[in-house]
């Protein structure tokens, strides 16, 4: 059975997803990921989701304040064993309601040009492609940026 639970940076079943996901990363980008990694630090983040299959923590994902309307979607990751099972649309269902929730109106992302599921999710969820933002202008070779309005 699928579910998923709302909780914080301090959940280690959350730590233990992002150390995977971080290995995935090195493998898809290797010496590019040193520099992305800057921008992946999870310390503070009071919005995370894990999505456990038979209580199993299998995926996650979070959201930080982008700006005053705006969360940016961070550290989402389903390991290789649960893909295509519904966890990412799991996560970023609830991930989304939860922003809605607190009257967050648009969330923004960048995934790596070496995801291909991720980019599935993310066309087949509603976001669109938009221009690269912030630490990603200049990184249009390897990066995609999106931006959804949130019901």
Known sequence: MLTTKRSDSNDKDFHSLVELLNKDLLDRYGELQVFYNQFNQIDNIPHVVIAYLDDMAVGCGCFKKFDGTTVELKR???????????????VLTELEKWAAELGYADMVLEHGNKQPEASKLYQKQGYT???????YIGMEETSICRRKTLD
């Open 76 to 90: 989402m990751f389903v390991k290789d064993a649960a893909r295509g099972k519904g966890v990412g649309t799991a």
């Open 129 to 135: 492609v938009i221009p690269n933002y912030g630490q």
